[in-house]
């Protein structure tokens, strides 16, 4: 669902000027919603659209750099994005996005405040509304392992009996914060010695058992054997895997010291032409038998609206305990730079 593939600037350039040129035409009733590929329930869409007599169209991306370079690089047309916590932050900072009409807000009240309470950037939803934490964790695949009692800790891929069958994710901000929570320090520190015993522990004691870093893929791998310890978003998991197999072959567990979490959040952008019909969506979303349908498609623990609990009827992937735990990846302006120098060294080396 959510990789962290780079995509060139030129196709990014193509893709702005695609897109300037489809809005082009829209009609007065059509919601154009730009969110993360996999993410967005067609029943919820279809239901919004016979209500509100409109039609929604839909354009997905695979990463948060991928949606904020191409509104940067002029990308017009769009009404609601879903970005995570951290690139919200920036956005509001820069101005690209335009405050709620908090008349419309009617399910404002169904947030968690202990999600909304993360939001330090805007914790009065004036700007945005939580649509879904997103926790990633550890993925054993039990069939393979010959030593069950591993670690239930990121020590476990140190642990050799993973060795040239693990992978962590192909992302700076994944990696380092899972080496920094287990060594007790805070996953967004900027200490210079917090980041260079992070980055030593992944080199000399992670890195040797991991065949690559891969943030698309690793769920297939999975799924076909090639992999047997994932540390990652574990929808991508339970995605490939069929679910008569969950329980005899998957181990999902987030490690007591938590680990990295994001919030995405759905905003609407400063030149949103269908404002109105934004705010609608939004609150729509919002109402607990439509947000239960979200949970039950994408089997997220429900801890953004816990009203719609009641109306849920599929199993979690894993327990709301276990998200609650998680910290935010926040905004960490220039010092993402000291991450970046630390990024390429553990990659080639």
């Known amino acids: 669902m959510k990789n962290f593939t780079k995509i060139s600037a030129a196709a990014l350039l193509f893709a702005a000027l695609f897109t300037i040129s489809g809005c082009s035409k829209k009609n007065e009733r059509t919601l154009y919603l730009y969110n993360w590929t996999y993410y967005t329930p067609d029943e919820v869409i279809k239901s919004f659209e016979k209500e509100f007599d409109c039609k929604v169209k839909l354009d997905c991306y695979s990463t948060c750099d991928e949606m904020y370079a191409k509104l940067r690089a002029g990308a017009k047309g769009y009404d609601v994005v879903i970005p995570s916590n951290d690139f919200v932050s920036i ?22 405040p202990v999600i909304l309470s993360k939001l330090d950037f805007d914790p009065d939803m004036k700007y945005c509304v939580p649509y879904a934490l997103s926790a990633t964790g550890i993925m054993v695949n039990k069939t393979k392992v010959t030593n069950p009692d591993y670690a239930r800790s990121y020590s476990i891929f140190a642990d050799p009996q993973f060795a040239g069958h693990a992978t962590m994710m192909d992302e700076m901000r994944e990696v380092i914060g899972c080496a920094l929570v287990h060594q007790g320090h805070d996953l967004n520190s900027i200490d210079d010695a917090e980041l260079k015993e992070a980055e030593k522990l992944i080199l000399d004691e992670w ?41 005899d072959t998957i181990d999902f567990f987030i490690p007591e010291e938590g680990g990295p979490a994001t919030v995405d959040c759905m905003v609407i952008l400063k030149d949103a032409p269908h404002y109105e019909l934004a705010n609608e969506f939004i609150n729509f979303i919002h109402r607990p038998e439509n947000y239960a349908i979200f949970i039950d498609t994408f089997r997220y623990p429900c801890v953004v609206n816990l009203e719609a609990l009641q109306y849920t009827k599929e199993p979690s992937m894993y327990p709301a305990e276990q998200a609650y735990s998680c910290t935010l990846k926040s905004d960490l302006g220039e010092n993402l730079d000291k991450y970046n120098e630390i990024w390429q060294n553990i990659r080639f080396n």
């Open 91 to 112: 956005m509001l900072k820069q101005g690209m996005i335009r405050e709620l009409d908090q008349s419309k807000l009617t399910n404002r009240d169904k947030i968690n």
């Open 207 to 247: 890195k040797p058992n991991i065949i690559r870093f891969d943030a698309e893929g690793f769920g297939k791998s999975f799924a076909s054997g090639d992999f047997w310890l994932c540390q990652g978003y574990p929808e991508i998991v339970f995605g490939e895997v069929d679910q008569s197999r969950w329980a």
